[in-house]
T-cell receptor, first 113, second 111 residues
């Protein structure tokens, strides 16, 4: 049972345009969400997070939106740069219960110069 | 550099063997997490330790075990290895239960 889903395995975007990466979850108890970026042969790197008390969080070119009623979050990258080409994972956890994160399967973003 | 170190970087071994993967968390982080990433798969949570004690368990096989030592480094032991155990194994650490910082991973190849 995949509780966190990233339904697009890959995405290609032109440099300078907006990249939108999507993530859906099924567990309504999830209340904290993170995005990680992963380059080949490296470990995932923390990008941005959002708690369920917010619906938006911004950090520079990166913005995460949370729609709790739809159980959906998205990561917007504006403007996209070639260095953003990587695999992006979303992760979710519940503050009650166990401390484990559930990760999605990732979306490979390719930003074309 | 996340501050989390993992050794070895690569490991090649044969089926039936046993290996130990090592992780040193960021300075001050009490929690250590282990993940497995198989080819084209997401990160599968294996196990978490907090200050030496097991805190949460995921889809960890009985052939796998882990521990966290008093100096907070952690080891993941994989035994009776099978071809399907070939994967990237990541360790992550955190100070609170929020943001996790990942190490560079150990690539295990079972032949």
């Amino acid at each position: 049972d995949q509780q966190v889903k990233q339904n697009s395995p890959s995405l290609s975007v032109q440099e300078g345009r907006i990249s939108i990466l999507n993530c859906d979850y099924t567990n309504s108890m999830f209340d904290y969400f993170l995005w990680y970026k992963k380059y080949p042969a490296e470990g995932p790197t923390f990008l941005i997070s959002i708690s369920s008390i917010k619906d938006k969080n911004e950090d520079g070119r990166f913005t995460v939106f949370l729609n709790k009623s739809a159980k959906h979050l998205s990561l917007h990258i504006v403007p996209s740069q070639p260095g953003d080409s990587a695999v992006y994972f979303c992760a979710a956890k519940s503050s009650s219960g166990t401390y484990k994160y559930i990760f999605g399967t990732g979306t490979r973003l390719k930003v074309l110069a | 550099d996340s501050g989390v170190t993992q050794t070895p970087k690569h490991l090649i071994t044969a089926t039936g063997q046993r290996v130990t993967l090592r992780c040193s968390p960021r300075s001050g982080d009490l929690s250590v997490y282990w993940y497995q990433q198989s080819l084209d798969q997401g990160l599968q949570f294996l196990i978490q330790y907090y200050n030496g004690e097991e805190r949460a368990k995921g889809n960890i096989l009985e052939r796998f075990s882990a521990q966290q030592f008093p100096d907070l480094h952690s080891e993941l032991n994989l035994s009776s290895l099978e071809l399907g155990d070939s994967a990237l194994y990541f360790c992550a650490s955190s100070h609170s239960t929020d943001t996790q910082y990942f190490g560079p991973g150990t690539r295990l190849t079972v032949l």
